[in-house]
Antibody
Framework: EQLVESGGGLIQPGGSLRLSCVAS????????LSWVRQAPGKGLEWVSI???????YYSDSVKGRFTVSRDSSKNTVYLQLNSLRADDTAVYYC???????????WGRGTLVMVSS | SYKLTQPLSVSVALGQTARITCGGD??????VHWYQQKPGQAPILVIY???YRPSGIPERLSASNSGNTATLTISRAQAGDEADYHC???????????FGGGTKLTVL
């Protein structure tokens, strides 16, 4: 079982980016997948969750700007980042919820840098 | 929104016991999970549901949750235990995950 993120990079403030998280060894359609980010030198910050039924939730800091979705045919979860700000700079991890909202499988992360 | 408080750093002598706390309002009513993160690596789940260890996690790591404080205990500390440790809960009232600020464990 594995998660692999991609799509990060350097983006100007106000720009958009789409992150991908490809799962192997299990189905994203049957799982709860979260995005968690970590700003440089800082702690972990939960960002969003996509339930198997399709419902999604977001942290207050990204609500209205970020959108999570999935493509079951590609076994991939996406995080669309819009209206990016400098404080969105972070490594973005994809993580699978393994019960009781504990994250039992993590990807290696993808770095998003928002700077002019 | 729900807040979790961790000490910035904890130091422990080699072979001794380290305790890392995670404070939150009535945290005992929530499931607390703990993650270990080494520099440049993704977090690893080391404790779930207050005190359960995933397979492969040594028995030296244990945890408890009571009142307003959850505690991760690392017995017989080893150099390889040096890492950041993060506590996490789920705030069901907002359907949002919450992490503590993380604690850097140094083994002297």
């Amino acid at each position: 079982e594995q998660l692999v993120e991609s799509g990060g990079g350097l983006i100007q403030p106000g720009g958009s980016l789409r992150l991908s998280c490809v799962a192997s060894g299990f189905s994203v359609s049957d799982s709860y997948l979260s995005w968690v980010r970590q700003a440089p030198g800082k702690g972990l910050e939960w960002v969003s969750i996509l339930y198997s039924g399709g419902t999604s939730y977001y942290s207050d800091s990204v609500k209205g700007r970020f959108t999570v979705s999935r493509d079951s045919s590609k076994n991939t979860v996406y995080l669309q980042l819009n209206s990016l700000r400098a404080d969105d700079t972070a490594v973005y991890y994809c993580a699978r919820e393994g019960g009781a909202r504990a994250f039992d499988l993590w990807g290696r992360g993808t770095l998003v840098m928002v700077s002019s | 929104s729900y807040k979790l408080t961790q000490p910035l750093s904890v130091s422990v002598a080699l072979g001794q016991t380290a305790r890392i706390t995670c404070g939150g309002d009535d945290i005992e009513s929530k499931n607390v999970h703990w993650y270990q993160q080494k520099p440049g690596q993704a977090p690893i789940l080391v404790i779930y549901r207050d005190s359960y260890r995933p397979s492969g996690i040594p028995e030296r790591l244990s945890a408890s949750n009571s009142g307003n404080t959850a505690t991760l205990t690392i017995s017989r500390a080893q150099a390889g235990d040096e890492a950041d440790y993060h506590c996490q809960v789920w705030d069901s009232s907002t359907a949002q995950g919450v992490f503590g600020g993380g604690t850097k464990l140094t083994v002297l």
